[in-house]
């Protein structure tokens, strides 16, 4: 590979970020959805009230802690931390007299009153402004956050002398084949974890001595990763480590110690957040979780050993089964082999390895390993970026051949319908009491026309209508950009042909 293509096309990182947001910020986030609440309860409470506690918000959320008669959230902070600054930037929009026109309008669009629950309270002012605001969340952290990993993604592919289209192809598949695409667009802690992980690993594995400033925000990420999602404390730890290998070999370990301050800064945060809230620095909301007492008190915060269930059903089960939602990152199996094989890159190899098998672990060790109401295995999601970047090693060793490109087509086609069949069907996630939520819950609800809220349901297109103006907003995205790539190479040619000839 020559050096023209270790460095990135910016036509590429910009198809990236326009293909992506445009997909991601098109769907609504769910109204109605718990695990959301919680965070943007606590957002809402400090902003409007000044109060850690979400006692005048708790009725729409079954995820909270009691302490001292006084209702918390007991997600971990690190999500709802980023979105005070947003929402209290977002509040005095949310005041004028342009709100109360916005609710009125949709108080009368038939088409949006259609996707409200029935039975529902309907519209009014408070609903409005608490949409708004998790939207404008949602826009600004998730969204962002995954792109941001889509781009991280992309750039150390290259690095890994990934050929540039064959990075471009395993970035877009992560990023829109897999239960990323459903978690991007959510106010869930999931991909602003994966985001910051890869953040740090990026941080980490550049090239040349590692300064201050770099270790520096290195262990930030990591540290503000595990304020954001305690499971990924594991990863962390594993990055961590490679870190300290790193440095080692560059005969720099002291250095170690400046992401050992970050990470340390923020878990002193964590601790005072946890003495403030739960009496205790090392005490978590979980622990006051009213309604899931049972779950977070058996074994430690609800790990147990991994059982052959949880294995099958985070794998290839019709219920939450990683590969057979997204069978595209099958690759990732053999990519892995391919990637030690080649020699390159061994110590990243191993990093990504571990961190992929630590959070199987985890994740087969819970006794809730499905997660409530999901698409696939979401605390197996910030393993996924690592699985994607083994995926690429041997889409880069198989590109040439036929069969490869017949399976990767067929397993690309089946990863879209069932990634996106789940993700935008109805009005919630599929519940886990459909043990085939794709034959019991996105079919009837495609066939019914119930797709999640979007743009599209806003200028009044029902169904599959509202996918309208993403169908035509995607296929004007890819062909300018093929149009321009083509014009590129024709340019280059020329240009050439010119030099030849003198």
Request: charged share 10%; proline share 5%.
């Amino acid at each position: 590979m020559n050096k023209a293509n270790a460095r990135p096309s910016y036509r590429n990182e910009i198809l990236i970020v326009l293909l992506l947001f445009g997909c991601y910020a098109y769907f609504f986030p769910r109204w109605a959805d718990p695990n959301q609440n919680s965070r943007l309860d606590m957002v809402v409470a400090v902003v409007d009230d000044g109060t850690l506690m979400i006692d005048k918000y708790v009725e729409n959320t079954v995820d909270y802690a009691k302490v001292g008669g006084h209702y918390y959230s007991d997600k971990p902070p690190g999500s709802a931390f980023l979105g005070i600054p947003v929402y209290a930037g977002l509040k005095a929009v949310l005041q004028t007299p342009m709100l109360a026109r916005l609710v009125e309008k949709l108080s009368t669009n038939q088409a949006f009153q259609a996707t409200l629950r029935e039975g529902g309270s309907g519209v009014y002012l408070e609903k409005v402004h608490f949409a708004i605001a998790q939207v404008a969340l949602t826009l600004a952290i998730p969204v962002m956050a995954s792109i941001l990993l889509a781009l991280l993604l992309y750039r150390i592919l290259l690095d890994y002398q990934i050929d540039r289209r064959v990075s471009l192809a395993a970035v877009l598949c992560v990023g829109l084949l897999t239960p990323v695409f459903a978690y991007a667009g959510e106010y869930y802690s999931h991909m602003v974890s994966a985001a910051l992980l890869v953040l740090g690993f990026y941080l980490i594995r550049g090239n040349g001595n590692l300064g201050a400033g770099r270790l520096l925000l290195a262990g930030f990420c990591l540290g503000y990763a595990v304020l954001t999602e305690y499971s990924v404390i594991l990863v962390a730890c594993v990055l961590f480590v490679y870190s300290a290998i790193r440095l080692i070999r560059l005969r720099s370990w002291p250095r170690i110690i400046w992401m050992a301050i970050s990470a340390g800064a923020v878990g002193a945060g964590l601790m005072l957040y946890n003495n403030a809230v739960f009496g205790g620095p090392l005490k978590l909301g979980y622990e006051y979780s009213e309604l899931w007492t049972a779950q977070h008190s058996t074994g430690f915060m609800s790990l147990v050993a991994p059982t052959w269930d949880a294995i099958w059903g985070i794998t290839f089960s019709p219920f939450r089964g990683l590969f057979f939602l997204s069978p595209i990152l099958l690759f990732g199996l053999p990519g892995f082999y391919l990637w030690w094989r080649s020699g390159r890159f061994r110590a990243e190899f191993w990093t990504a390895l571990a961190a992929t098998l630590a959070m199987f672990l985890f994740n087969a060790s819970s006794i809730m390993w499905w997660g409530g109401f999901a698409v696939g295995p979401r605390y197996f999601l910030p393993a996924v970026p690592f699985i994607g970047l083994a995926a690429a090693f041997a889409a880069q060793a198989w590109q040439a051949k036929p069969w490869f490109k017949v399976s990767a087509l067929v397993l690309a086609a089946w990863s879209l319908m069932a990634t996106w069949g789940l993700t935008i069907a109805g009005q919630s996630f599929p519940s886990d009491q459909i043990l085939n939520p794709l034959l019991g819950y996105a079919l009837p609800n495609w066939q019914a026309g119930n797709i999640a809220r979007n743009y599209g349901t806003i200028l009044g297109l029902k169904g599959l209508a509202s996918l309208l103006p993403l169908g035509i907003y995607v296929c004007v995205l890819l062909g300018g950009n093929w149009l321009m790539a083509r014009t590129s190479r024709r340019i280059h040619v020329g240009e050439k042909e010119i030099t030849a000839s003198y």
